[in-house]
């Protein structure tokens, strides 16, 4: 079994500030992670994803995220803030059945001006 | 071509209705999926096909009926649905997972179904 849990569900930050979105997962496999931006009425698109190459991941529009296996955890960072980040993420765990997808409950992002 | 397509975008229906929704991709993937989203929750998993063939299906009541012709399409048929059904509809695709633990999955944008 598997299951993921991201610790805020709102985070709210100022623009050019840091941020940081948390998930913990729990798996008995060595999962693949990912993490997934929701824009209002859209679709999910895939910001970064872990499959037990280096800890530390680099994906799109500046973001990154550390596997820590110890703390299992898959934490969600980017330096600066920019109001384009404004959305939901969603930190998701795979690995038990191939394809199968465990989603966390979502990170609600906003950015003040 | 990277990209998930889905129509409608925006599907009103009544609930003696029948509707279909549609899916395509042109990735090579042979895994493709239904989820259901209702707002400000995550995606919840409707239908796997794998191979053009149903895989998983996740207790989804039969007025809901997948079709998968091909291997770059995906449909999602309709029928006497239920105001509760509204929610935002995506379709996913991946490469077959299997033991491979590489299988991201790539959504299309979605249908934002309203049923009154």
């Known amino acids: 079994a598997q299951s993921v849990t991201q610790l805020d569900s709102h985070v709210s930050v100022s623009e050019g500030t840091p941020v940081l979105l948390r998930c913990n997962y729990s798996s008995s496999y060595s999962p693949s992670l990912f993490w997934y931006v929701q824009h209002p009425n859209k679709g999910l698109q895939l910001l970064l994803k872990?499959?037990?190459?280096?800890?530390l991941v680099k994906g799109i529009n500046g973001f990154e995220a550390e596997f820590k296996k110890s703390e299992t955890s898959f934490h969600l960072t980017k330096p600066s803030a920019h109001m384009s980040d404004a959305a939901e993420y969603f930190c998701v765990v795979s690995g038990n059945a191939g394809n199968m997808l465990t989603f966390g409950g979502g990170t609600r992002l906003m950015v003040k001006p | 071509d990277t990209e998930v397509t889905q129509t409608p975008k925006h599907l009103v229906m009544g609930m003696t209705n029948k509707k279909s929704l549609k899916c395509e991709q042109h990735m090579g993937h042979r895994a493709m999926y239904w989820y259901k989203q209702k707002a400000k929750k995550p995606p919840e998993l409707m239908f796997v096909?794998?191979?053009?063939?149903?895989?998983i299906n996740e207790s989804v009541p039969s007025r809901f009926s997948p079709e998968c012709p091909n291997s770059s399409l995906l449909n999602l048929h309709l029928h006497a649905l239920q105001p509760e059904d509204s929610a935002l509809y995506l379709c996913?695709?991946?490469?077959?997972?299997?033991?491979?633990?590489?299988?991201?999955?790539?959504f299309g944008p979605g249908t934002r179904l309203t049923v009154l």
């Open positions: 872990y499959t037990s190459a280096a800890t």
């Open positions: 996913a695709s991946s490469q077959e997972g299997g033991l491979l633990s590489y299988n991201e999955q790539f």
């Open positions: 096909y794998s191979y053009e063939k149903l895989s």
